[in-house]
């Protein structure tokens, strides 16, 4: 079955440092690859979609690869901020309109000032 | 924005009664979607709609239902609430299930206590 892992430990970043999170799946190959975050009692907000035929994408101190020779992504935020603290999950999509999307359990991601 | 908007931050209920979760997106969104959020498990999917009147089991359906009479509103239905089933719930919508369309837009969820 298909299955999506990220680090499952927190994440604890000194401010101004870059911040890597990592999403590896097995048994899938996805068509495109989504990372949402999320906020203590609050559901996950969109940040960027990547897809299978790109490497790398960036929004603002936000960066993501895709590869899917190893089949990873690596979510990265430049010069993090204490408000870049919070829970990150990857999401693989398929690329028929049928296909469900697959949440990874998310990597908590803290910056220390 | 898209807004999703669930009935209730945070329910208690007993063992044994029916619970509804109502969720209502105000984006003209075809697809609806109920999920489950559990520590170490990430979102697992419940139901999804794809249509008003249409609806698709997820990967846990067991012990729940769902209802959609109209576009925008979605229901999550618990016919006989058991402690298992204490968790948040999340509600998202998407405009289309079209890949890089599939871009999900969730409520602020409802935590579930069952006693």
């Known amino acids: 079955s298909q299955k999506i892992e990220q680090n499952s430990e927190a994440l604890n970043i000194q401010e101004g440092k870059t911040a890597t999170l990592t999403c590896n799946y097995t048994n899938y190959s996805p068509a495109y690859l989504q990372w949402y975050r999320q906020d203590p009692g609050r559901g996950p907000v969109f940040l960027l979609l990547?897809?299978?035929?790109?490497k790398e994408k960036r929004k603002e101190r936000l960066k993501v690869t895709f590869d899917t020779t190893l089949k990873q992504s690596l979510f990265h935020i430049t010069a993090s901020q204490p408000a870049d603290s919070a829970t990150y999950l990857c999401a693989l999509v398929g690329g028929s309109s049928a296909s469900k999307i697959i949440f990874g359990s998310g990597t908590r991601l803290s910056i220390r000032p | 924005d898209v807004k999703v908007t669930q009935s209730s931050r945070y329910l208690v209920k007993r063992t044994g009664e029916k619970v509804f979760l109502e969720c209502v997106q105000d984006?003209?969104?075809?697809?609806m979607f109920w999920y489950r959020q559990d520590p170490g498990l990430g979102l697992r999917l419940i139901y999804f709609s794809y249509d008003v009147k249409m609806k698709e089991k997820g990967d846990i359906p067991e012990g729940y239902s769902v209802s959609r009479e109209k576009k925008e509103r979605f229901s999550l239905i618990l016919e006989s609430a058991s402690t298992n089933q204490t968790s948040m719930y999340l509600c998202?919508?998407?405009?289309?299930?079209?890949?890089?369309?599939?871009?999900?837009?969730f409520g602020a969820g409802t935590r579930l206590s069952v006693l």
């Open positions: 998202a919508s998407s405009r289309s299930r079209e890949g890089a369309k599939n871009i999900q837009y």
């Open positions: 984006m003209d969104h075809e697809n």
């Open positions: 990547i897809r299978e035929n790109e």
